[in-house]
Each structure stands twice: as structure tokens, then as C-alpha cells.
């Protein structure tokens, strides 16, 4: 496990290409290894040290100011279950209460068989469907206990498999042309 | 940092601080004017010598903006004329309480059981300026108290207030980011990446610099109170920069190093192993009476004893075989005064030229001494630096760090010219990697493209990599940083190729990159053959000394430290003094250190400790060494400063002077001074380069960055005829901070060590050639030298290219690393486990091409000797070439080389594969 | 209400997102027509607009353009990382209509000379980024990014770069500094102004996603046109993101000035009145870091500068609307908490400040709160941002820090005795 296997490795030193200094490919390339091994590994950062020509912990230092980027193992659903104001005076609360007893989990921690790690997260941006959560990054607005309920079975069968990829997994389509006008402009 | 000032802009600003007129520097941030001007506005993350990043807001003052007074970082606000300033108002005080208060809430307050307890910024704020109770009532932040982050240094996250000093010292100073911050918001901790440590030569220097007692180190856990403490300003003697220092002592017991900022030098920073060094001067394992031989054994005596063997094995040496059976190796550890009493001894008393401070391991006297100088300021704002040089992080650790600075913020270029790349490969614009052994053709191929001929490979360099370092170093101020670049090979490619460069490239400097603690010091003083004190040549120099001295010198130029062993293993030496100098671990041939010392009747050892080249010795006198006695050292810029005295030598150890005096006169002969400042005192009057350098003028406050010598110009004032080396009370200030604040932060950061600004303006000045002496007059107005020429190099014979290695074998490339075998790192209980294992390096080709794989232990044989190591990949060895760290425990490089000869090849062959019988395992 | 619809014109259309709706909407003749201008012309239209940053800060757009330190090369960075509590617009527009973004990207690219733009987007935005990403392709398909733009000799590379999670990365100094791969530490100001020393130390434009996406209306129908909408210097539409107790909580894209809080909070074209009928009880007139306006300020109009004056700010345009079964210690505690979690912990006064008044709302609304817990609030709020002056001091490197107080202090200010029946009865009275 974990470095970069070689398709990855291929994406991620075309990204290098996309940016004038190498190291403004790191976070892009952290969800990469992310989306390979659905958290940071040990040996992923290391070869995404490598990559951009940083020390291990100056990668590490970068990923662990941002929420998205896991450095311990998360469940393959990540449930995010937004509070903020909107959210809260809107049943945000009871949504989670609900939450951690259907899941059986606190926020932060993962259920026993590695399907779910649920956590609370701030402003998600989908106000107008209060209250809302988002699983593995894709959003579900206006949940209440038994939309919830039905996500959950949903998620585990399987039925949701094409709206929410695998946890880590940012961005489904490729981007197309590298830099046309070199990399500092024309 | 600071805007560079703008060509033609108006004179310095002045601002206002609390209704008072401060001139300020363009740029400069009002936190550092002012305090120069003598407010003192309270910090934790701002550091002179680092990138503000106005992190702890405890600078905080009102300054006079577009909409009126208003609050800002006075370390992040850069001065402007005009600008008024106000530091004591109420509102200015509720910010900075507030502030303290907030960095207090989530502090443990653990101080009575913290190192820092008692000169700590934090705690001594707080009495100053902060609150006095916690309106704090709900749980603290908690982490896992402290946590080692290497072998050296601890960190206490709980007491952490989040400055970034320490990841900026790491990043932007050392260049080692192996600590971050890590999290966001209040979970924010600094440390490392997770069963990683934090690798650095320079990693207690974060210990230093945190404001709190986060980072302690492990050394000096709870091993004194500050209180307790005692200090004198000295100079570091682990290696040639000479780093200002703090040295500390409890109960006449060495404790501490701390960095002090000496402008010209070490900006504050010192190595580990500098730092940690003290530990070897403490060691239970220290000589602490003189030893002399009865049979196979060495037996405790007498001083009279010990020095009367001394003085009838030499003397009859000499009367047996003559004066130029006689010789002394060493020097190059023991303070100025000492190596010229020893300089003094051989010539005046054993008659003898045949003297080394070098283990010939270094470069020839002619070439140190004989190449226009540089300083290390000159270096560093020179356009273009040259490094002739072995790996810099290595063997100068702190001028490393400068090099480094000077390449990343000043856009000094570097090129480097070596055998294999060094941790200053990254910054440099362009590497020449040669072959080793054929320094002089690349250099002679550089220097003919830097003249515009059309440029071409050689030396195992490109032609392209000449042709781009040839256009940088055309028409450019440059400056040679030289050393030696390997020990496998003499040093005659290296003098060559200076002597190539030095003929060629007109206004060309040079820096010495030697590394032995005080061995341009020795240098100065004599301890080489041919050269008499203050840089004279033993011809040129004859007349003078014979007057000044009073004696006879010897008629012929004596033996280096290669003829000398040569010579003693053909016992054509007989007597053989070794004043600090261990043969069998420094020279590197071991073969013929072995035979040297075997072949020699007679062997005197001074040092401090009983060293593989003391055991056989006949006589052993402990010596004294830095801290336990007073002295002067010369840097490798030729800069001379005192070493402070704090503690009392172990059982009846005595400085290297002393001894040489006593053992002159049992040898009949008299040296003609009874103290050290005695011979401070001829030195300066006799040793023409040290004109005008005495020992009341280094003691004075404001030169405590010594003189670098010679002196461009008589120097007039009068001085106090004779205290010299005062007593210890007037130097025990360390810092320097203008003299009205009296706050006690201010305290507290001079008793970290760390000055609070730069002591001086930094030299930027044209690299200038040091003016000759001319007529001086000693401090007591006795007339000094005539005007002597100082020693100049001529050049050497080209010599022939070195044949092409078999297809089985590599070159060998072998230089120090920080951590060795040396008498410091061994007898430093904390430095002692960082020197790492004798392993052999090479890149994955030649590696694979000998069916090696990383991890193998091979045989590795040369036409000296055959060793087993093990095999280590590393892809910056250059191909066909292999390289082996000089003198770490256990056999090694100096077994396999052959002085004699103009290179070193080695052979590898696979001897087992631990790797292959695991696989079968499963 | 007749405003046109400048930047949601296709909102709600089928396939919005993609070039085709694009191009059969009218999309990227806005730039063609800016391609057949000078650089600074389309500058001058955008001044004549008046068109103030969508981000927050409310900043003359033109101006800012007029600012960059000459130097090469110019970055162009558009802003997509919302993450101000219950603003919503900007998701919604990265969804919805990434070929307008990227137009005005490159129009914006083109006035200022940029070398080369990277569009910032929210990691969270799963979404937005596959179909801003998509829609970029189309744009490089269809000739209109890239080399030599339409034909003409204008040539541009565009990036998307996702965050990954800081909110503080939305404010542009920090966004700067996580774009060049680095902890989301926003940089000092002066000397950091993006346009002096922006992204690699290069002068560099930072633009809302919002902003931007009314520069292919602004260039074709000129600045005049969008300047006769709203009023003063507040002018054209702009779109607001209504949360909270309201019937129907979405975005509105509304006309500046001309509408009030309690047009968008009441008409039944937006929110449609307080649900359930209940009372307003108070409303944030402009995201987390706004302090508080009750009912009695519900007629204002959405005025930038009338807000300001009013003590409050219109910020990232989002309304949150609280009715009177609303725990105003339970409400002012969430904020805090979020900027508790979200200091990017650079400055011990938000650090450590955010963190304590975190720990006493939690205190209070929890049942341990004390009298002089009110006080205690107060006092550290102004350790915080002394005097609560706006903009700021500088205790701090960014607004993250002063904006803290904010609620608590609105909170303290309206609804004191809240406050003391939490801590008189021990506990929160709407449990
Ligand atoms: C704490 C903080 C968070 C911010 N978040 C955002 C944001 O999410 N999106 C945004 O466009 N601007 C945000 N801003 C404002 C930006 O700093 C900047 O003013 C804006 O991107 C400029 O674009 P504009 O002039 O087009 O509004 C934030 C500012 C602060 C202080
Ligand atoms: S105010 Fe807060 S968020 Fe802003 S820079 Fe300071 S610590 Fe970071
Ligand atoms: S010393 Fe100025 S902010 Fe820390």
C-alpha cells in the first residue's frame, strides 16, 4: 500500500505541469493519493514529498490544517452532518442525535465494519435545504430522520453508488488540455 | 525582510517613540528602531536574525496611520519618517495584558519544573506587564507532556505558544523543515512528521530561541536552575568559524553553550555538536594526571616526574640524532598563546623546524596563509562564491548557514568545484563535479573559458557545465572558499587547482575552509614547517626572530606531517611531541600513522585524552582545555577573539603553555614569559601579522568580535598599559543591549543567549584586500617588527592527470561528517550515538553493475587494506566514483588510503546478502 | 421589481452547465465583444459599473484592476472557496453555471493582463469542480481559453484548483498562500496586498466567483446600464442567500437598494414570511461575521454603505433569519464556535480568544454560566477588537479574528436577559 500506483503517479506529475511553482500542486495531488487509498498514508505523503520536492513533514504539516485531508483511516461513507446556524435552528441537532444512534457512533469515529465515519461539520453551503449533510462530498439536502434512515440503506446497498464514488474521490472528470501558453503565460 | 533602501532615497528616517527622536534604518521594523533607540517593546515570535511573521501580536503599539493612532505589530510595521509611536498608552497596555492573558489561558504554568523557569520571556512578561489572576476557569488544552523530536531536543506542547521561532529557524535558517506546525486554530502543534526525527546539525539552536519552555534540551534537562548559573562570553573551538558563544557553568562544572550574535559571524546560531561539545570537557574519561611508561604500562606521576622524562627522552634525542630528529605535530586545538609557545619551544629550544599543527589533512601553510584573504562577510556579499571545498554543513557548520543565507536572500551565486555534491549543491548555480583527483584540469578548463576561450570538458566536467560556470564568474567579484575536498588523494590537485585559479582570474580572494578548531590560529603562530609567527616565512622571518628571540632558528625548512611520519617510520624521527593531535584517527593513511608512531624512540603526548595515538606514548601530560583557561583563538577569516575562562581544569591539567615554558627550561632553554598575557603581549610585538592585536584591546566591550587580523591601520588610541585578560567579572555580560533597559525581558532574552539585535552593522563593503602593516607601535610603544613581507603563494609544477581506475574498481572520495570518531563527538555522552556506522556510497548504476544491492556488506579492498562495510545506495555519488565518511568509528577510509598515491581505488565484492536469506523466510 | 437577471439567467434551465445551454443563452459573446476591445476599456466599463466585490469586502472591482503593481507576470485568482456560514450563492453558481465563471474569468484575465488564472473552488464542492472542470474542457474545445483566444492574439491558461477544507482559505491572502501549496496562513496586510505581492510574490487580481460572473453582462451591455440599477455606490443586482426560519430559504438575485431586508425576508417572490408564522426575532444581514439586526431594521435597504452605517454589513450577502423559538445564546455560541475551529490559529488573540469565548457560551448555554460571565465576554470580545471598531485594529493579520465578537456581542447587546435566565435557571430555557 499507499505510494502512488503508476496511473496516479502519471496524474499527478501533470498537474505539476499546470502550475508555475511545483509545490501548488500538493493539495491537488493529496486528493489524489486520497482518492486512491480513501486517507493519507504514510507512504502516500512520502511520495507526494517526493513529488513536489518537499520534506514528509512539511506535507504532513500542509494536509493537517485542512478537514477534508484525513492522516488516519476513515470509513468508505463519510457522513458530514452540517450544525452551523441555518442547519441548527432547523433540526440540525436532532439530525445528528439521530445520526449517532442509527450509526451507533459519536462524530469523529468509524462504525465497526468500516462503512460509515461520521463526523459534524461546518457550513456545507446548501442553506436553503436545512438541514443538509453531505456524503463523501456529494450533498443531501433537507434530511430529516427517516430521509436520513433511507440514505443510510441506500448508501449500504449500494443504490447511491453513482451520485457518491468511494470516499476520497473528488473529482470524477479529467481535465483535458494541459497548459496551452506555457507555463508563465505568453 | 527589508526593502532593500532605494538608490538616492532621502537620509534615515527618524520616528517619535513615546515623544522621543530615534533614528531608524530604512526598512527596519519600528520593534527593532526603537529598540535601538532604547524602548523596548515587549515580543515572542519576532527574531532579528528571522522573517517577521507577527504571529503573537504581544508587539503591539499605537502608530500614527491614515486613520489616526491605531494598534499595530511593531514588528511587522516597517519604519517611515515621521511615523509617531506610542508604547505606554492604557490602550496600548490593555492589548499587550490581554495578549499574555490570552497566551496564559491554555499555558501549564508548570514553571517551578521547567528549565525556562526563571529566564524565561513568558514568566518574566507576565511579572512585568500581566494580569496578575486568571479569569480562566474552564479546562486546559492537554497534550502528551514532552516528547523527544531527536536525540538532543525535547518539546512540551503544552507549553508551546505557537511563535513558529523553531519552524522557522528549521526551514528558513537551517534549511532542515522537518518540523511543522501541525492542525489548525488552538489544536495547532509543533512537530515532526509522525516516527521521523528532526535531523539537523542545528537542532538545539530552536531550544535557544523559544520564548517558553517548549523545547528544552535533553543534555541539560534539569540539570540546573538559571539562577545557579555562571557565565563567560567565549569562542567555539569545535570547529574554524569560531562561533561567539555563552558558556555557562554550575557549581565550577561546565552546564551550558549558548549562541551569541556576533555579527561577522555566527549571527547567533551554533552546531550541536559546538553546542553540546561542553560534555567532552566534563567527561569522567578526561587525562587528569600525567602519565609515563614503566614497560607495556602508562603509570600516574608527578608533573616534575612526567615533564623531567619529557625533557631527557627529547634531550637525548637531540644529542643522539640531532635537532631534526625532533619534531611536534599538532596544535590546531590549543589557543594562540600555546601554539606560539610550542612554535617558539621547537625552534628556539629544540632546534627543530619540523612542526604541523595539520594531520595532513589539510592544505600547505604556503597556500592558507600565502592567497589573498577573505572574510566571511566578504564571502557572503560577494557576487560570485567558488567552493574548492569538502561538504560545508559538515566541517563549518555555522558558516554553512551563512553560505546558505548569502545564496537564498542576497543571490550570492555559488559554484561549486568538488569531487562529490554537498548539502550546498541545492543553492548552488551551478556544480562542477569532478573527477577525483583532477580538480586542477577542471579548474584549468574553467579558468580558460572564464578568459573566453572556447570552453571545453575535462576533469570529468562537462563542457556545457564549464561554459555556465565560466559566464558567471566572468568579470564578477568572486571569492574561493578552499578546503580539501577529499581525503583519498593528497592535496596537491587542490593547491593546484587554487594556484590554477589564483594565477588566472584577476582580484581573486580566497576564504580557508579548513576545519580544526584553532588551526589558523596555529598556522599564525608558526606550527608548520617553514613558517614562523604572524605569517612570516622562516627565511624572510629568520632575521627578526633570531633578534627578537634571541637564538638561533633552525637553518632548513622541517618536515610536514606526511615527511614526519615518513620519516619516523624509518626512525629517522626519533622524538616526536603530539600536542593535541591523534595521528591514528586524523592522517589519512592509517598504515603510515601506524608505522610513523611505531618507528619513533621516543614520544611525548599532550591532550586530554588518552587517544589511539596516546596509548604508546612514553610520556602523557593532561592539558587544560577552552573554558579552563583564557586565551585568544583565530577563526578562518583570520579573526582573532578571546576564549573566556569559567571552570577549573580536572585534577592538575594545565594549559598547553605552561607546559611548553616548563619543559623549555628543563631543556636548558627559557621562552622568556611567565603568563599568558606575557606572551599576548610578545605576540603582538614580535609576530608581525598580530601588530597591534593585544589582550586589553580585545577584552574591551565593544571589540568582543575581535580584530581580524593583520590590521588595516595602526591603531592610535592609548591603550592601558598592562591589564590584560582582566578579571573575568568585567566580561561576564553576554548580549548586548543597550545599556538603559533594565527590564527584566530584556534579561531574560540575554540570558537565552540571544542577542536582541545585531551588534554591529553588517559588513557589506567591497571585498578589499587587507592593507600591508606598516610602521606599528605596540600598545607599550616598544618598536615592532620592520616591515617583513607576509607569506605569499607561488604556484606549484602542474602534475600529470591520474590514470583511469579499472573497470572493477572506484574512485574513492572520503570527507568528514559533523559526528566522527573525534575525541569531542566520543566523549560527548549526547553526541556520542549520532555518529553513524563506516558505510561505502555509491549511485544505483555502479551499485548494480557490481551486483551490489543497498544494504550488502561488501569487501572492500585497496592496495592498502581490505575491509568489510556495508554498501549504501546514494544517487548523488557521482558514477565510477564511491565514498566513504572520513573517521567514523571503526575501520575505515583511512585504512584504505595510500598518501602516496595520486588517487584511491577501491574494489568491491559482495561478501554476504543478509536480504537473500531472509526471502527465503516467507 | 423588474431587475434583470444578470448572473442567474440560466439558473434552472435544463443542462445549464454545459456549453451547448451555454452558447444557445448567449454565452461567450461577452467576450468575443471584450476581444475586440482594449484591455483597459473593458476596465473602464467595469468602473463605469461600479461593480463592488461579491466577496465581502464590497471592493470596487475596476479599482482593483487599476491597482496591480507593474510587474510581470500579472495572476489572475477567482475566489469559488464559500465558506461563510449560510452563504450559499456561490455553490449554486459553480453548479449551475460554470461557463459563466470561466467567462468572466477570462474577461477579467484579459482587462488586467493576466498570464495565467486559477479558479479556487471550495473542496467540498464535489460537484462544482466536476463541472467546472468539464465545462473548462468545453471552453479549450470550443477556442475560447487557451492559446490565442478566439483567434485574436490573446492567450490564456485557466486552472481549477480545489481546496480541501480551511474556511479561511476564503479570505484572499490565505487563499493565495494554499494556492501556492501551503497552510492556509493569511499574510499581513500591508505589505501583502494581493495586488502588490500576491500569488509567487507576483501583483495578482483576487475576484469572487460571483463577481466575475457579471462581467459577460457588464461588457455587453455596458457599465452604464449596470450602474443604473441600485442606487449610490451600490449598484446593479446582486444575489442573496436567505437561510434560517423563512418559508422559502434559496438565493434571490435582487436589485440593490431598491429592495429591502423585508422585501427578501417577506415577499412571497422570495421568502415568503417567517414559517409557521412565528415572529422575526433577528436576522444577520450579512454572514457569520455581520453583527445582528432585529426587527426594527427590517425595512433597510440592501444597501452596502446604509448598512455599514447601521453597524453592521452586508458582507457575503447572506440573510439568516432567526423567529422567536430562536436560543440567541445557543445561536451566538455556534458562530463562535465556528470561528473557534476555523482560526486558522496564526494570531494568539483569535487563537486562544476564539477558544475561551467558545468554551464560556458553551458554559452558559449548557447551565454553568455566571453573572460575571457577561462581562467577562465583553471584556475579552474587546481584547479581541478593541472598541469593536470596524475596520478593525490590527491585533490580528486578518478580519477572521475581529469578527469573533460579533455575534456574542450582538447577542449580549439584544438579548442580555437571555443571557441571565440561562445562567439564573441553569440551563437553556427552549430545551
Ligand atoms: C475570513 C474571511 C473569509 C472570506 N471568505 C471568502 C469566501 O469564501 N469567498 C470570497 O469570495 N471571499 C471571501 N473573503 C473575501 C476575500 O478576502 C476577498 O475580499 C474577495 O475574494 C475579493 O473578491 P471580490 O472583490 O470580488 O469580492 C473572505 C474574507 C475573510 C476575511
Ligand atoms: S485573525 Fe485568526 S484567522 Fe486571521 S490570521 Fe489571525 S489567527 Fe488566522
Ligand atoms: S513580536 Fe510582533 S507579533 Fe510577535
Not at chain 2, 710 to 730: C, D, M, N, R, Y
Amino acid at each position: 500500500m499507499a505510494r502512488l500506483n503508476g496511473d496516479n503517479t502519471r496524474r499527478a506529475e501533470k498537474l505539476l505541469e499546470l502550475y508555475p511553482h511545483k509545490r501548488s500542486a500538493l493539495i491537488p495531488m493529496l486528493h489524489i493519493a486520497q482518492e486512491q487509498d480513501g486517507w493519507l498514508t504514510p507512504d502516500g505523503i512520502g511520495h507526494v514529498a517526493e513529488l513536489v520536492g518537499l520534506a514528509p513533514a512539511e506535507v504532513y504539516g500542509t494536509a493537517s490544517f485542512y478537514d477534508m485531508l484525513f492522516t488516519s483511516p476513515v470509513g468508505r461513507h463519510l457522513v458530514s452532518i452540517c450544525t452551523n446556524l441555518a442547519c441548527l435552528i432547523n433540526g440540525a441537532g436532532e439530525l445528528l442525535e439521530h445520526a449517532e444512534e442509527r450509526l451507533g457512533i459519536p462524530p469523529g469515529e468509524t462504525t465497526p465494519d468500516g462503512e460509515f465515519t461520521l463526523e459534524e461539520v461546518e457550513c456545507i453551503a446548501l442553506c436553503g435545504e436545512a438541514p443538509c449533510l453531505a456524503v463523501n462530498w456529494r450533498f443531501f439536502g433537507s434530511i430529516d430522520t427517516a430521509a436520513f434512515d433511507k440514505l443510510i440503506d441506500d448508501l449500504r446497498t449500494g443504490r447511491l453508488a453513482e451520485k457518491v464514488p468511494p470516499h476520497g474521490t473528488l473529482c470524477r472528470v479529467r481535465r483535458t488540455v494541459g497548459l496551452t501558453t506555457g507555463s508563465d503565460g505568453q | 525582510m527589508t526593502d532593500p533602501v532605494e538608490p538616492g532615497a532621502p537620509a534615515n528616517p527618524v520616528i517619535n517613540v513615546d515623544g522621543k527622536a530615534i533614528e531608524a534604518r530604512p526598512g527596519e521594523m519600528i520593534i527593532a528602531a526603537a529598540e535601538r533607540g532604547g524602548v523596548y517593546i515587549p515580543r515572542f515570535c519576532w527574531h532579528p536574525r528571522m522573517k517577521p511573521v507577527g504571529m503573537c501580536r504581544m508587539c503591539l503599539v499605537e502608530v500614527n496611520g491614515p486613520r489616526g493612532m491605531a494598534l499595530m505589530p511593531a514588528c511587522y510595521v516597517p519604519v517611515s519618517d515621521g511615523q509617531e509611536i506610542v508604547t505606554t498608552s492604557d490602550k496600548v497596555k490593555k492589548a499587550q495584558d490581554g495578549v499574555l492573558e490570552f497566551l496564559l489561558i491554555n499555558h501549564p504554568l508548570d514553571c517551578p519544573v521547567c528549565d525556562r523557569g526563571g529566564e524565561c520571556p513568558l514568566q518574566d512578561q507576565t511579572f512585568a506587564f500581566g494580569p496578575g489572576e486568571s479569569r480562566f476557569v474552564e479546562e486546559k488544552r492537554h497534550w502528551q507532556k514532552p516528547i523527544p523530536i531527536n536525540n538532543l531536543v525535547a518539546l512540551d506542547r503544552e507549553r508551546c505558544i505557537q511563535c513558529a521561532r523553531c519552524t522557522r529557524f528549521a526551514e528558513e535558517v537551517a534549511g532542515d523543515p522537518f518540523i511543522d506546525f501541525i492542525g489548525r486554530s488552538d489544536h495547532t502543534e509543533v512537530n515532526t512528521f509522525p516516527g521521523e526525527s528532526f535531523e539537523s546539525n542545528f537542532s538545539a539552536n530552536i531550544v535557544q530561541i523559544c520564548p517558553v519552555g517548549a523545547l528544552t534540551s535533553t543534555p541539560y534537562r534539569f540539570k540546573a536552575r538559571p539562577w545557579d548559573l555562571e557565565v563567560v562570553e567565549s569562542t567555539c573551538t569545535a570547529c574554524a568559524v569560531g562561533c561567539r558563544m555563552a558558556v555557562q557553568s554550575s557549581q565550577d562544572r561546565l552546564i551550558r553553550h549558548l549562541g551569541i550574535d556576533s555579527e561577522p559571524v555566527n549571527h547567533g546560531w551554533l552546531c550541536d555538536k559546538g553546542r553540546f561539545g561542553y560534555e567532552a570537557v566534563v567527561s569522567e574519561e578526561r587525562l587528569t594526571q600525567p602519565l609515563v611508561r614503566k614497560g607495556d604500562e602508562l603509570i600516574e606521576t608527578s608533573w616534575h616526574e612526567a615533564l623531567k622524562t619529557a625533557a631527557d627522552g627529547l634531550r637525548r634525542v637531540q644529542e643522539l640524532n640531532g635537532s631534526t630528529a625532533v619534531a611536534i605535530l599538532g596544535g590546531a586545538r590549543l589557543a594562540n598563546e600555546d601554539a606560539y609557545a610550542w612554535s617558539k619551544l621547537a625552534r628556539t629550544v629544540l632546534g627543530t623546524d619540523n612542526v604541523d599543527c595539520q594531520m595532513g589533512d589539510g592544505l600547505p601553510a604556503e597556500v592558507v596563509l600565502g592567497l589573498p584573504r577573505a572574510t566571511i562577510d566578504e564571502v557572503c556579499s560577494a557576487d560570485v562564491v567558488l567552493l574548492v571545498a569538502p561538504d560545508i554543513k559538515e566541517e563549518l557548520p555555522v558558516f554553512y548557514l551563512r553560505l546558505r543565507a548569502a545564496a537564498i536572500d542576497r543571490k550570492v551565486a555559488l559554484v561549486e568545484l568538488a569531487p562529490q555534491p554537498t548539502a550546498l549543491t541545492e543553492h548552488a548555480v551551478v556544480s562542477l563535479l569532478h573527477r577525483p583527483g583532477e580538480a586542477a584540469a577542471a579548474a584549468r578548463k574553467l579558468v580558460s573559458a572564464v578568459l573566453g576561450r572556447k570552453p571545453s570538458s575535462g576533469g570529468g566536467v562537462k563542457g556545457d557545465e564549464i561554459a555556465a560556470a565560466a559566464e558567471l564568474l566572468a568579470g564578477k567579484r568572486v571569492v574561493v572558499v578552499l578546503g580539501r575536498p577529499s581525503l583519498a588523494e593528497p592535496a596537491d590537485g587542490t593547491t593546484e587547482a587554487a594556484a590554477v585559479l589564483a594565477a588566472n582570474i584577476p582580484g581573486l580572494r580566497f576564504l580557508s575552509a579548513l576545519r580544526r578548531g584553532n588551526v589558523h590560529g596555529a598556522l599564525d603562530m608558526g606550527l608548520a614547517p617553514g613558517v614562523l609567527p604572524g605569517r612570516v616565512s622562516l627565511d624572510d622571518g629568520r632575521a627578526w626572530f633570531q633578534s627578537a628571540w634571541g637564538a638561533d632558528l633552525p637553518g632548513r625548512r622541517g618536515l610536514d606531517a606526511h615527511a614526519i611520519l615518513a620519516a619516523a617510520a624509518t626512525n629517522q624521527v626519533q622524538g616526536l611531541v603530539l600536542i593535541g593531535a591523534n595521528p591514528m584517527a586524523d592522517f589519512p593513511d592509517r598504515t603510515l600513522a601506524r608505522r610513523g608512531l611505531a618507528g619513533v624512540g621516543f614520544t611525548v603526548v599532550v591532550d586530554t585524552f588518552l587517544t589511539d595515538s596516546a596509548i604508546h606514548a612514553d610520556v602523557v601530560l593532561p592539558a587544560a582545555t577552552y573554558a579552563e583557561r583564557p586565551g585568544t583563538t583565530t577563526n578562518m577569516e583570520g579573526r582573532v577573539t578571546r576564549l573566556g575562562q569559567k571552570v577549573t581544569a580536572p585534577g592538575t591539567a594545565r594549559p598547553d603553555w605552561m607546559i611548553a615554558t616548563e619543559l623549555a627550561s628543563l631543556l636548558g632553554g627559557d621562552l622568556g614569559f611567565e603568563s599568558i598575557d606575557g606572551i599576548a603581549t610578545e605576540i603582538e610585538r614580535v609576530a608581525p601579522a598580530y601588530a597591534g592585536v593585544n589582550p586589553a584591546r580585545l577584552a574591551k566591550r565593544e571589540n568582543r568580535d575581535g580584530f581580524v587580523v593583520p590590521l588595516a591601520e595602526p591603531h592610535q588610541e592609548p591603550e592601558p598599559p598592562e591589564v590584560a585578560f582582566p578579571p573575568q567579572e568585567s566580561i561576564v555580560d553576554v548580549g548586548d543591549v543597550s545599556d538603559p533597559m533594565e527590564s527584566i525581558e530584556v534579561n531574560a532574552a540575554e540570558a537565552q543567549g540571544e542577542t536582541l539585535l545585531p551588534r554591529s552593522e553588517p559588513d557589506a563593503g567591497p571585498v578589499g584586500a587587507p592593507e600591508s602593516i606598516g610602521d606599528l607601535t605596540a600598545s607599550d610603544g616598544s618598536s615592532l617588527a620592520p616591515t617583513i613581507p607576509l607569506i605569499s603563494f607561488a604556484g606549484v609544477e602542474p602534475m600529470p592527470a591520474p590514470h583511469a581506475p579499472d573497470a572493477y574498481s572506484l574512485r574513492l572520495v572520503t570527507s568528514r561528517s559533523l559526528y566522527d570518531a573525534g575525541a569531542l563527538v566520543q566523549h560527548s555522552e549526547s553526541l556520542k550515538p549520532l555518529a553513524t556506522v563506516t558505510r561505502i556510497r555509491a549511485c544505483a548504476r555502479d551499485l548494480s553493475r557490481l551486483a551490489v544491492r543497498p544494504g550488502d556488506l561488501v569487501r572492500v579492498s585497496s592496495s592498502r587494506a581490505a575491509l568489510v562495510l556495508e554498501a549504501a545506495l546514494d544517487d548523488r555519488v557521482p558514477r565510477g566514483s564511491a565514498v566513504i565518511d572520513f573517521n567514523q568509528p571503526g575501520d575505515g577510509a583511512a585504512d584504505l588510503v595510500d598518501v602516496n598515491a595520486q588517487v584511491t581505488d577501491v574494489r568491491i565484492e559482495n561478501v554476504k546478502r543478509p536480504s537473500a536469506r531472509k526471502a527465503s523466510d516467507g | 421589481m423588474t431587475a434583470p437577471k444578470i448572473v442567474t439567467a440560466r439558473v434552472g434551465v435544463a443542462e445549464s452547465w454545459t456549453i451547448d445551454t451555454y452558447l444557445r443563452k448567449g454565452g461567450y459573446k461577452g467576450l468575443r465583444k471584450a476581444l475586440k476591445m482594449e484591455p483597459a476599456a473593458v476596465t473602464d466599463e467595469v468602473s463605469t459599473a461600479n461593480l463592488l466585490g461579491r466577496g465581502g469586502a464590497g471592493f470596487e472591482a475596476g479599482r482593483k484592476w487599476s491597482m496591480l503593481r507593474k510587474a510581470e507576470p500579472v495572476y489572475l485568482v477567482i475566489n469559488g472557496d464559500e465558506s461563510e456560514p449560510c452563504t450559499f450563492k456561490d455553490h449554486m453558481l459553480l453548479e449551475n453555471d460554470p461557463h459563466q465563471i470561466i467567462e468572466g474569468t477570462i474577461i477579467c484575465a484579459y482587462a488586467v493582463g493576466a498570464a495565467q488564472a486559477f479558479i479556487y473552488v471550495r473542496g467540498e464542492f464535489a460537484l462544482g469542480i466536476e463541472r467546472l472542470t468539464a465545462a473548462l474542457n468545453e471552453a479549450y474545445e470550443h477556442g475560447a481559453v487557451g492559446r490565442f483566444v478566439f483567434g485574436s492574439g490573446f492567450s490564456l491558461d485557466v486552472v481549477v484548483h480545489p481546496g480541501a477544507g480551511a474556511y479561511i482559505c476564503g479570505e484572499e491572502t490565505a487563499l493565495l498562500e494554499s494556492l501556492e501549496g501551503k497552510r492556509g496562513y493569511p499574510r499581513d496586510k500591508p505589505p501583502y496586498f494581493p495586488a502588490v505581492i500576491g500569488l509567487y510574490g507576483q501583483p495578482t487580481v483576487v475576484n469572487n466567483v460571483e463577481t466575475v460572473s457579471n462581467l459577460p453582462w457588464i461588457v455587453q451591455k455596458g457599465g452604464k446600464a449596470f450602474a443604473a440599477l441600485g442606487e449610490g455606490r451600490s449598484t446593479g443586482t446582486r444575489l442573496f442567500s436567505l437561510s434560517g426560519h423563512v418559508n422559502n430559504p434559496a438565493n434571490y438575485e435582487v436589485e440593490m437598494v431598491k429592495t429591502t431586508f423585508h422585501d427578501l425576508i417577506y415577499d412571497d417572490e422570495y421568502g415568503g414570511g417567517i414559517r409557521n408564522g412565528n415572529e422575526l426575532k433577528a436576522f444577520i444581514p450579512g454572514g457569520a461575521s455581520a453583527p445582528w439586526f432585529g426587527p426594527d431594521q427590517v425595512d433597510m435597504p440592501l444597501d452596502q454603505d446604509g448598512v455599514g452605517k447601521a453597524g453592521s454589513m452586508l458582507g457575503s450577502g447572506s440573510i439568516v433569519v432567526m423567529d422567536d423559538t430562536t436560543c440567541m445564546v445557543r445561536a451566538a455560541w455556534r458562530i463562535t464556535r465556528f470561528f473557534h475551529r476555523e482560526s486558522c490559529g496564526q494570531c494568539t488573540p483569535c487563537r486562544e480568544g476564539g477558544g475561551w469565548l467558545d468554551k464560556v457560551m458553551r458554559r452558559i448555554e449548557l447551565g454553568g454560566g455566571r453573572e460575571s460571565d457577561l462581562e467577562l465576554l465583553l471584556d475579552v470580545c474587546d481584547n479581541i477588537a478593541p472598541g469593536l471598531s470596524w475596520p478593525p485594529q490590527k491585533t490580528t493579520i486578518c478580519v477572521l479574528g475581529p469578527s469573533i465578537p460579533s455575534s456574542i456581542t450582538s447577542a449580549i447587546k439584544m438579548f442580555r436577559d437571555e443571557f441571565l435566565i440561562h445562567i439564573k435557571d441553569g440551563g437553556c430555557p427552549f430545551d
